[in-house]
């Protein structure tokens, strides 16, 4: 076993820091009031922002925005505006975003260029969803358990990641699905 101790990123600290002190005019700035984050639990919302804060409501639009915004302003060596790659940059902050997504970027690469086969187990499904995005946008070949999948389905995914000849890469499971009674 070894553990790995990950820095917030800049964008985390300042959702860190706002939930903390419950700064509402910071969170609630430009969000809808349906799609402002919720300060009824804060050990959540700061256990969120650790994973990503697009866990946050309403901080992916928020980080999307701020990054196209800062990219309208970039030339080409003519002077003209470049346009904005709103799929390249929906990856790049994905990634940058959070420091446990910048590590794991790293690690996967030089694991799949090992040959190896990588578990991911989270409590949060919705911290499956934005490894699932990474690994879609980087290629990787993935299975995925969690509590929405079938009994049946469970087992063609531990067949299909135990199968060579599948290649699949990554194994995303929730601990509630996956951490009992799996052979991998």
Do not use: W
Not at 62 to 90: C, M, W, Y
Not at 91 to 97: T, Y
Not at 109 to 120: D, S, T
């Amino acid at each position: 076993e070894t553990i790995l101790e990950v820095s917030l990123t800049p964008i985390q600290k300042t959702f860190y820091k706002a939930i903390y002190e419950r700064n509402t005019s910071f969170l609630f700035k430009g969000a809808k009031p349906n799609n402002a984050p919720s300060l009824m639990n804060v050990m959540m919302e700061l256990r969120k922002c650790c994973n990503h804060p697009y866990l946050v409501k309403g901080a992916e639009e928020r980080i999307l925005n701020d990054a196209a915004t800062k990219l309208k302003d970039q030339k080409d060596e003519s002077g003209n505006v470049l346009p904005v790659d709103h799929t390249k940059l929906f990856a790049e902050q994905l990634v940058k975003s959070s420091g446990k997504m910048v590590l794991l970027d790293k690690l996967l690469q030089k694991l799949f260029a090992g040959g190896h086969k990588v578990l991911i187990f989270s409590q949060m499904v919705r911290v499956l969803d934005l490894l699932e995005e990474l690994l879609r946008l980087k290629k990787y070949k993935y299975e995925r358990l969690d509590g929405t999948t079938s009994a049946s389905s469970r087992l063609h995914a531990v067949d299909r990641f135990k199968r060579k000849a599948c290649q699949r890469f990554v194994m995303l499971l929730s601990t509630r699905a996956g951490g009992l009674g799996l052979n991998l």
